[in-house]
């Protein structure tokens, strides 16, 4: 699968638009939410070589880190805090073209970048975040929204 999964021409859409069906089917009749996101993050970071790609799961009233693809990252992030923290709060997708721009932003990693969070939204209550980074800035833009909301809007439906 890995193969299928590199980027072709720069096409970012038909990137996206190829790797969901193949995340919707390699995941079919999984029922473990963990296998489930931690096949998802591979899918990603194998695809767009992303620097980091991983979940956040909102637990006891604060984000817990998840499956994941890449360095070492921060454990837990409470409500508001950072990017992720933000998304969580404000139940929307956040696109970050500099990480330094953005005010309270944790550093994990200061090889990191740029960022895209998305909300992971189950009977209209967050119930975790897809975190993405690059290691180049803006690397993430409404293509890269639009399809990871597609993609976690499917999700939520089968963890």
Request: glycine share 6%; charged share 20%; aromatic share 8%.
């Amino acid at each position: 699968m890995a193969e299928s999964l590199v980027l072709i021409s720069g096409d970012k859409k038909a990137a996206y638009e190829s790797l969901i069906p193949q995340i919707k089917a390699l995941t079919e009749g999984e029922t473990d939410s963990i296998a489930i996101l931690a096949n998802v993050t591979a899918a990603l970071k194998e695809a767009f070589n992303f620097f980091w790609v991983g979940f956040y799961l909102i637990k006891e009233d604060e984000l817990v880190l998840g499956p994941f693809q890449g360095p070492i990252a921060c454990t837990r992030i409470q409500h508001g805090r950072g990017v992720c923290g933000t998304s969580w709060a404000n139940n929307e997708t956040i696109i970050v073209e500099d990480v330094e721009t953005f005010p309270g932003h944790i550093a994990c990693s200061n090889l990191s970048r740029s960022e895209i969070v998305v909300p992971l939204v189950k009977d209209n209550k967050v119930i975790g975040v897809l975190d993405i980074d690059s290691s180049d800035l803006a690397t993430f833009d409404e293509i890269d929204s639009e399809q990871l909301n597609i993609l976690c809007s499917w999700l939520v439906t089968v963890i």
